[in-house]
């Protein structure tokens, strides 16, 4: 039987308890392309059940939820399945089941959230921030996993005196830092004006670039083993305009 729920951990722990006893379930919080014959299930939250599954799980593991949170963040399309397999094996076991490797469900709910901390780690050197007219900072970026939210501590700690806004294009959503508070909104889009500062050393950053840069004797294998492809759009260095040439 597939199970959909809306997305959040409370859904999550509803539905966990609602497919435990199936074998054979299948957990989603997005559409996906059922077997012949399946008719899908879905679970309405229920706040009072997810908080008794929550605190029965955090009694034999009460790091569990941290790592809930993790797996429901991943990119993988299965993300949800994953989850079920880890906790399936927590409940089981009623004690902590993260180093039992062996275990594939918990091997595979491991790997997940370990890209999920590696693209956090990647994203506190690979956001490029610009500097708008209003002298607030405002940085786009395509991150494989739900992660914008995370990343506000660092910037935070960084950048203690500059109001920020970290744009997670692919979900629609930003992380927001006033200058004394943080919050996530929805962002559809946003039209940025760059200060005159900005466009300045974005040209001279530019020119550095291609100064360095040998075409005889061009890494682009190593390159992209530095910095993946798929964030070079968001990079100065990698955008050409008439002004440049």
Same mark, same amino acid.
């Given at each position: 039987?597939?199970?959909?729920?809306?997305?959040? =951990?409370?859904?999550?722990?509803?539905?966990?308890?609602?497919?435990?006893?199936?074998?054979?379930?299948?957990?989603?919080?997005?559409?996906?392309?059922?077997?012949?014959?399946?008719?899908?299930?879905?679970?309405?939250?229920?706040?009072?059940?997810?908080?008794?599954?929550?605190?029965?799980?955090?009694?034999?593991?009460?790091?569990?939820?941290?790592?809930?949170?993790?797996?429901?963040?991943?990119?993988?399309?299965?993300?949800?399945?994953?989850?079920?397999?880890?906790?399936?094996?927590?409940?089981?076991?009623?004690?902590?089941?993260?180093?039992?490797?062996?275990?594939?469900?918990?091997?595979?709910?491991?790997?997940?959230?370990?890209?999920?901390?590696?693209?956090?780690?990647?994203?506190?050197?690979?956001?490029?921030?610009?500097?708008?007219?209003?002298?607030?900072?405002?940085?786009?970026?395509?991150?494989?996993?739900?992660?914008?939210?995370?990343?506000?501590?660092?910037?935070?700690?960084?950048?203690?005196?500059?109001?920020?806004?970290?744009?997670?294009?692919?979900?629609?959503?930003?992380?927001?830092?006033?200058?004394?508070?943080?919050?996530?909104?929805?962002?559809?889009?946003?039209?940025?004006?760059?200060?005159?500062?900005?466009?300045? @050393?974005?040209?001279? @950053?530019?020119?550095?670039?291609?100064?360095?840069?040998?075409?005889?004797?061009?890494?682009?294998?190593?390159? =992209?083993?530095?910095?993946?492809?798929?964030? @070079?759009?968001?990079?100065?260095?990698?955008?050409?305009?008439?002004?440049?040439?």
């Amino acid at each position: 039987m597939v199970y959909i729920f809306d997305g959040t =951990k409370s859904g999550f722990l509803t539905a966990f308890l609602v497919a435990y006893a199936d074998p054979e379930a299948v957990l989603a919080s997005e559409k996906i392309q059922l077997p012949l014959g399946q008719t899908p299930v879905f679970v309405a939250t229920d706040e009072a059940r997810a908080e008794k599954a929550k605190n029965r799980l955090l009694a034999f593991d009460r790091d569990c939820m941290r790592d809930l949170d993790t797996l429901l963040r991943s990119g993988m399309e299965n993300r949800e399945q994953i989850a079920l397999g880890y906790f399936r094996v927590l409940a089981r076991e009623k004690r902590p089941v993260s180093k039992r490797l062996a275990e594939r469900e918990v091997f595979e709910a491991v790997e997940c959230m370990k890209k999920v901390g590696h693209e956090i780690h990647k994203f506190h050197g690979f956001i490029r921030f610009m500097e708008t007219a209003s002298g607030a900072l405002y940085a786009p970026f395509a991150p494989d996993n739900d992660i914008c939210d995370l990343l506000l501590p660092h910037f935070r700690a960084r950048l203690p005196q500059f109001p920020f806004v970290l744009h997670d294009i692919k979900r629609k959503k930003a992380a927001v830092y006033d200058g004394q508070n943080s919050f996530v909104a929805p962002l559809e889009r946003a039209e940025i004006l760059l200060s005159a500062n900005e466009t300045g @050393w974005q040209a001279l @950053w530019k020119r550095y670039y291609r100064a360095v840069n040998i075409p005889s004797r061009e890494r682009l294998k190593q390159m =992209k083993g530095y910095m993946p492809v798929r964030y @070079w759009k968001f990079l100065p260095e990698t955008q050409t305009s008439a002004e440049d040439l």
